[in-house]
């Protein structure tokens, strides 16, 4: 590594809530890869792990400010209150002051050793370096399955992610600040990293199993994440809309003709129960599902433009 990179200032942001019975593992962990890496000359020796406490309800942040006041390798934002994952991270990125900043989960699935080898990359040229799995073998069948096919669908729909890569990145200074010109409340880092554009690489790992605790990112908030990710990213779901309105007009001008000549030409002219109930049944489900994915992007929208604070810092250590 040359000389300017071996001397980069790092910040290990790590978003927490209600983590406390990982935490103290995660920042033993951390602290002792940062104190490696310093000693091996790869990092500043002033780099620092960063815990986000995302408005816990437990003791972390407690935990966090014990561990601050010991050690000088590890540092802590709170903020204000619960803002989500997404939130919680960027006010990481955000407020810390380093010519490197990587971010990872607190539950220790991500491999942690492979830290070393973004930071080569990054020595190489790379702007951006991405963490991404090599399978999904800690996965069950249910969640492999749904995370697999919620990438293809994302990438089906037109929006560019990298495949198996959730938040475990290594960004440079010149990369964050570009992040900041991107202003939507609605995030989906996975997919607002890659539009920046700058030279990146991959660094494959195999993740673990949680160390302990549960997961955060339970059914509904895995849901809500896949909705800002496609509505933010793509506006594929309006233009299906689109294409079946065409495909309900064309039918049902077809049918228009269809009993205007069984009507004038023939004598089957019978008024039918099935035949009334049907299209309207059929049209009205289509009219509540496309009212439905308006809705969706419209309240993104009346998100977007009353362009609240995305997250307020309470404390800093």
């Known amino acids: 590594m040359t000389h300017e990179k071996a001397l980069s200032r790092l910040a290990i942001v790590v978003p927490c809530f ?14 002792a890869l940062v104190q490696g890496m310093t000693a091996n000359g790869l990092i500043a020796p002033d780099s620092q792990v ?21 050690d000088p390798r590890v540092g802590g934002i709170k903020l204000s209150r619960n803002r989500g994952h997404q939130n919680a991270l960027l006010a990481g990125l955000y407020t810390c002051e380093a010519d490197v900043l990587l971010s990872v989960d607190a539950d220790l699935q991500d491999d942690i050793r492979v830290i070393p080898e973004m930071l080569e990359a990054y020595a190489r040229g790379a702007q951006v370096v991405y963490g991404v799995r090599n399978d999904r073998t800690s996965d069950g069948f249910f969640k492999r399955a749904t995370a697999q096919g919620f990438y293809r669908l994302i990438r089906a729909l037109g929006a560019e992610s990298i495949y198996n890569h959730a938040d475990f990145r290594l960004m440079s200074r010149r990369a964050v600040e570009a992040l900041k010109s991107f202003r939507e409340v609605n995030l989906f880092l996975r997919g607002m990293v890659p539009l920046i554009g700058f030279k990146s690489a991959i660094v494959y790992y195999t993740r673990s199993e949680r ?8 059914m ?18 309006l233009r299906f809309i689109t294409g079946i309105g065409f495909a309900v007009f064309l039918l049902s001008a077809a049918m228009g003709m269809w009993t205007l000549w069984v009507r004038l030409f023939t004598d089957r002219a019978v008024p039918g129960w099935t035949s009334t109930l049907l299209p309207i049944y059929l049209l009205g489900g289509i009219q509540i599902l496309c009212i439905g994915v308006i809705g969706e992007y419209l309240g993104k929208v009346y998100q977007e433009t009353k362009a609240r604070p995305r997250y307020i810092i309470e404390k800093h250590v």
Do not use: C
């Open 211 to 218: 160390f302990a605790g549960v997961s955060k990112y339970p």
């Open 50 to 70: 960063v815990f986000v406490d995302d408005g816990s309800r437990d003791r972390t942040w407690e935990m966090i400010e014990r561990l601050a006041s010991g």
């Open 18 to 31: 209600n983590e406390e019975e990982v935490l103290p593992e995660t920042a033993q962990r951390l602290t």
């Open 220 to 237: 509904r908030k895995m849901i809500a994440l896949a909705l800002d990710a496609v509505t933010s990213f793509s506006v594929a779901p």
